[in-house]
């Protein structure tokens, strides 16, 4: 990573570790350095929603909904029960130009039914906080870099997920981005919505995804965009690269 991107996760891995609680004050009343106490899971997760111009809010909000039904659906807590830690942690972001992000639903653990159903109504409840600004995949890739830097979570796998209506309009290009991260050990997967461009999702193998099994799953239009983020959950979740392997050679 270039010095900038080194220097701004350096940034956010102390506001994760001060927001997490992980600054000890003694009985003393002065302050000790970080202690960061990690706790395994089988992923971190990054979910970077597209906001851009082509977003409308209407649009917005199909995407918002099908991520929280997601989360409340069964299979989807099934797939998380079925890792080696049995629990994941997730985290949401928007995403429109090369320098327009905004994380809107910090870390949180996932490992039961209810803190599945806390993260559905954060997802839920958070509102929409960038309007435009251009499509920078790119972008999206090199900020969900930064916020897995600063997880508090440990995690075997790191894997952001993408889903957009546009291919790369502003921005240097996704696939560089893209070979940085994969070079750190991340993969990336794509969720491309078919409604603006139809081979969105060629686009998206081409110059987006990466890393060890990764895939991709489109939706036609926002209308199918629950049905597809459910399977592509589900799929990305399980420790089974089968799962992956099937939809990547789609």
Not at 169 to 177: K, V, W
Request: glycine share 8%.
């Amino acid at each position: 990573m270039s010095i900038f991107w080194r220097l701004m996760a350096t940034i956010l891995s102390v506001a994760a570790l001060i927001l997490a609680g992980s600054w000890i004050q003694p009985a003393s009343g002065q302050i000790r350095g970080p202690v960061r106490v990690e706790t395994a899971v089988d992923l971190n997760l990054v979910l970077a929603v597209d906001a851009s111009g082509s977003v409308d809010n209407s649009r917005f909000q199909l995407q918002k909904e099908g991520y929280a039904a997601a989360f409340r659906n069964p299979r989807v807590l099934a797939a998380i029960r079925a890792g080696d830690q049995r629990a994941i942690a997730v985290s949401m972001v928007q995403w429109t130009g090369p320098t327009l992000h905004v994380v809107t639903v910090p870390w949180t653990l996932v490992s039961d039914q209810r803190s599945a159903a806390t993260l559905a109504t954060a997802i839920a409840l958070a509102p929409r906080r960038i309007f435009g600004g251009g499509t920078s995949l790119s972008g999206a890739i090199d900020y969900g870099v930064i916020v897995l830097t600063a997880s508090p979570y440990r995690a075997t796998r790191r894997i952001i997920d993408i889903s957009g209506d546009g291919s790369n309009n502003n921005g240097r290009s996704p696939a560089q981005a893209r070979d940085e991260a994969v070079k750190m050990g991340i993969r990336i997967n794509g969720l491309p919505i078919l409604t603006l461009e139809p081979e969105l999702d060629q686009y998206y193998r081409q110059f987006v995804i990466g890393g060890p099994g990764a895939f991709v799953i489109a939706a036609r239009n926002y209308d199918q965009f629950a049905d597809a983020i459910l399977r592509k959950l589900i799929a990305e979740i399980s420790q089974d690269d089968s799962r992956a392997r099937k939809f990547a050679l789609k």
